[in-house]
């Protein structure tokens, strides 16, 4: 089992920052990737950027891409979502999850943390 758990929400003006937080304990040694995703009231959650565990690379959602940027500590077992220039339809529960192979989905999931942002 993987335990994840975020931090770092909170309320912020539009054109604000915000860094994200989500340390993993377990059994973490298989993890093949990180990622970020939000559910924004009455609508589905949706894939907003992940990094691959073992080399780094990163991918976004085309929303967030020059604004949002993923990253890792291997050393705390932790990834950052820093969020800049945020605006108000970022406002959402942010939720960190991770995978643990190439194929399949992400499967495990922290408890979420809530971001508004307002005009």
């Known amino acids: 089992q993987v335990q994840l758990v975020e931090?770092?929400?909170?309320?912020?003006?539009?054109?604000?920052?915000?860094r994200l937080s989500c340390a993993a304990s377990g059994r973490t040694s298989?993890?093949?990737?990180?990622?970020w995703f939000r559910q924004?009231?009455?609508?589905?959650?949706?894939?907003?950027?992940?990094?691959?565990?073992?080399g780094g690379s990163?991918?976004?959602?085309?929303?967030?891409?020059g604004?949002?940027?993923?990253?890792?500590?291997n050393a705390k077992n932790t990834v950052y979502l820093q969020m800049n220039s945020l605006k108000p339809?970022?406002?959402?529960?942010?939720?960190?999850?991770?995978?643990?192979g190439l194929y399949g989905p992400f499967n495990y999931w922290g408890q979420g943390t809530q971001v508004t942002v307002s005009s």
Do not use: H
Not at 7 to 18: P, T
């Open 30 to 35: 298989s993890t093949y990737a990180r990622g």
């Open 89 to 100: 339809e970022d406002t959402a529960v942010y939720y960190c999850a991770a995978k643990m």
């Open 7 to 18: 931090s770092g929400g909170g309320l912020v003006q539009a054109g604000g920052s915000l």
């Open 58 to 65: 990163t991918n976004y959602v085309d929303s967030v891409k």
């Open 40 to 54: 924004a009231p009455g609508k589905e959650r949706e894939f907003v950027a992940a990094i691959r565990w073992s």
């Open 67 to 73: 604004r949002f940027t993923i990253s890792r500590d």
